[in-house]
């Protein structure tokens, strides 16, 4: 008995010893001591999602599009697999670093990064969330999934659904968190209206000042980012954002201008509907309005003085719906 736990420890410690090769590689080019420390800050997200029993993952999908995962490590059989879609805030390991060690004790957990997030790429054109939805689906085929639920969160939202309406065979109950898909064009530019500045500056913020924006607009509760100085705000910017920015700010432009579709599919799925109850991003009357669109197989659960980052401001009673309902 003793063996394999040996073994399970020294495969850890070998896994974070080539993570800071890589990262004493990766950070040569930098010369910013705020973006180096960041850049410290994401190699030790890395070496946490490790010791939560995942491991990086690259799947190429063909010659131009390249998906990264971080999938469970041993895959356990008595566990279901939970797949984790993160929205526009940076990528998976900073949306889901609240969550991946609760939801691991019960799941086996697959956490891709979405295109142009991460180390996800295509050179193709398509910047809808339908592509997004056929790549993680692909990725996942490729990876041994036959079955598996998924949890997903704002923009993650939209590719989540999708990919429950096209891959049924797959998706065996879908949780939708804090997400305005079903909103009417009255209601988007009610909203659009509502937020006042450049909607495309606080979804891919180019400066502290838009990055404080969209973090005061998605995060009811204090936290330390509140207060966090300009200056690391700024290294935040150049570690997450600065990559594929072009790329990023053409997802956000289809999402904001294509038209709402009054015919949405209605999913064969259970699906669970989480919302905070001061989100200023998605007002909690689209939760119901989703549910009513759904019908019987859906149920809303409105968590209190939660605003739209439900994973930050209230991520242990976000991962007890989770789990509860997946599992039911």
């Given at each position: 008995?003793?063996?394999?736990?040996?073994?399970?420890?020294?495969?850890?410690?070998?896994?974070?010893?080539?993570?800071?090769?890589?990262?004493?590689?990766?950070?040569?080019?930098?010369?910013?001591?705020?973006?180096?420390?960041?850049?410290?800050?994401?190699?030790?997200?890395?070496?946490?999602?490790?010791?939560?029993?995942?491991?990086?993952?690259?799947?190429?999908?063909?010659?131009?599009?390249?998906?990264?995962?971080?999938?469970?490590?041993?895959?356990?059989?008595?566990?279901?697999?939970?797949?984790?879609?993160?929205?526009?805030?940076?990528?998976?390991?900073?949306?889901?670093?609240?969550?991946?060690?609760?939801?691991?004790?019960?799941?086996?957990?697959?956490?891709?990064?979405?295109?142009?997030?991460?180390?996800?790429?295509?050179t193709r054109l398509?910047?809808?969330?339908?592509?997004?939805?056929?790549?993680?689906?692909?990725?996942?085929?490729?990876?041994?999934?036959?079955?598996?639920?998924?949890?997903?969160?704002?923009?993650?939202?939209?590719?989540?659904?999708?990919?429950?309406?096209?891959?049924p065979e797959l998706?065996?109950?879908?949780?939708?968190?804090?997400?305005?898909?079903?909103?009417?064009?009255?209601?988007?530019?009610?909203?659009?209206?509502?937020?006042?500045?450049?909607?495309?500056?606080?979804?891919?913020?180019?400066?502290?000042?838009?990055l404080r924006l969209?973090?005061?607009?998605?995060?009811?509760?204090?936290?330390?980012?509140?207060?966090?100085?300009?200056?690391?705000?700024?290294?935040?910017?150049?570690?997450?954002?600065?990559?594929?920015?072009?790329?990023?700010?053409?997802?956000?432009?289809?999402?904001?201008?294509?038209?709402?579709?009054?015919?949405?599919?209605?999913?064969?799925?259970?699906?669970?509907?989480?919302?905070?109850?001061?989100?200023?991003?998605?007002?909690?009357?689209?939760?119901?309005?989703?549910?009513?669109?759904?019908?019987?197989?859906?149920?809303?659960?409105?968590?209190?003085?939660?605003?739209?980052?439900?994973?930050?401001?209230?991520?242990?009673?976000?991962?007890?719906?989770?789990?509860?309902?997946?599992?039911?």
């Amino acid at each position: 008995m003793a063996y394999p736990k040996f073994s399970n420890v020294l495969s850890f410690y070998l896994a974070t010893i080539i993570a800071i090769s890589q990262f004493l590689i990766s950070i040569l080019p930098f010369l910013n001591p705020i973006t180096l420390l960041i850049t410290v800050a994401d190699l030790l997200l890395s070496v946490y999602f490790r010791s939560c029993g995942l491991c990086p993952c690259t799947v190429e999908l063909d010659d131009q599009t390249t998906m990264h995962f971080w999938v469970a490590n041993p895959r356990r059989s008595q566990k279901p697999a939970l797949v984790m879609l993160h929205g526009y805030g940076g990528n998976s390991k900073w949306q889901f670093i609240h969550q991946v060690g609760s939801l691991s004790q019960s799941f086996n957990l697959y956490v891709p990064d979405l295109l142009f997030f991460g180390d996800s790429y295509t050179t193709r054109l398509e910047r809808t969330e339908i592509f997004q939805a056929k790549c993680v689906a692909e990725g996942l085929k490729r990876l041994g999934l036959d079955r598996f639920s998924v949890y997903s969160i704002s923009y993650g939202g939209f590719v989540a659904y999708w990919m429950a309406e096209m891959y049924p065979e797959l998706v065996e109950k879908t949780v939708v968190v804090s997400c305005g898909i079903g909103m009417t064009e009255e209601q988007k530019r009610e909203q659009l209206n509502k937020v006042g500045s450049n909607a495309l500056n606080l979804l891919v913020p180019q400066s502290a000042h838009d990055l404080r924006l969209l973090v005061n607009l998605s995060v009811h509760k204090p936290g330390p980012s509140k207060w966090v100085p300009d200056i690391f705000l700024h290294g935040f910017i150049n570690v997450t954002y600065k990559q594929h920015r072009k790329e990023k700010l053409e997802l956000a432009e289809h999402l904001l201008r294509k038209k709402e579709d009054p015919d949405l599919p209605i999913l064969t799925q259970e699906t669970l509907i989480i919302w905070g109850d001061k989100d200023e991003v998605f007002p909690v009357y689209l939760a119901y309005q989703l549910q009513r669109q759904l019908g019987p197989k859906s149920k809303v659960e409105i968590i209190k003085d939660t605003g739209h980052a439900v994973n930050m401001d209230s991520p242990t009673s976000l991962n007890s719906l989770i789990t509860s309902f997946v599992l039911d």
